[in-house]
């Protein structure tokens, strides 16, 4: 846990632990293998799957091009970054939408 809320508090140094707890807990089996621990800002259908499921399903975001530009503004910020932690992403794509409190 406290290596993923260490990732995060390098996009937001801010970031609420309770938060990034929850999104760890979200996301389960799927941070045990190293490859779906990962987002991939060049693979359309992922980031496609992080708007439906992620924005969409658990966000509560219907617009899907607000999705889509707060998942490009995340590429962006994290373009640094080659391995992206989903964690991470996830967060910053909640907290562009303005829906961590719903988490």
Same mark, same amino acid.
């Given at each position: 846990?406290? @290596?993923?809320?260490?990732?995060? &508090?390098?996009?937001?140094? !801010?970031?609420?632990? @309770?938060?990034?707890?929850?999104?760890?807990?979200?996301?389960?089996? #799927?941070? %045990?293998? %190293?490859?779906?621990? $990962?987002?991939?800002?060049?693979? #359309?259908?992922?980031? /496609? %799957?992080?708007?439906?499921?992620?924005? /969409?399903?658990?966000? /509560?975001?219907?617009? /899907?091009? &607000? #999705? @889509?530009?707060?998942?490009?503004?995340?590429?962006?910020?994290? !373009? #640094? @970054?080659?391995?992206? !932690? %989903?964690?991470?992403?996830?967060?910053?794509?909640? &907290?562009?939408?303005?829906? $961590?409190?719903?988490?």
């Amino acid at each position: 846990m406290a @290596d993923y809320l260490a990732d995060v &508090k390098k996009y937001d140094a !801010s970031a609420n632990a @309770d938060v990034v707890n929850k999104i760890v807990k979200h996301l389960g089996i #799927a941070l %045990r293998n %190293r490859d779906s621990s $990962l987002v991939s800002c060049t693979d #359309a259908k992922e980031l /496609g %799957r992080v708007r439906d499921n992620w924005a /969409g399903k658990k966000l /509560g975001v219907s617009d /899907g091009a &607000k #999705a @889509d530009s707060a998942i490009e503004k995340v590429c962006q910020t994290m !373009s #640094a @970054d080659n391995t992206k !932690s %989903r964690v991470t992403f996830y967060y910053l794509v909640a &907290k562009h939408l303005d829906k $961590l409190g719903a988490l």
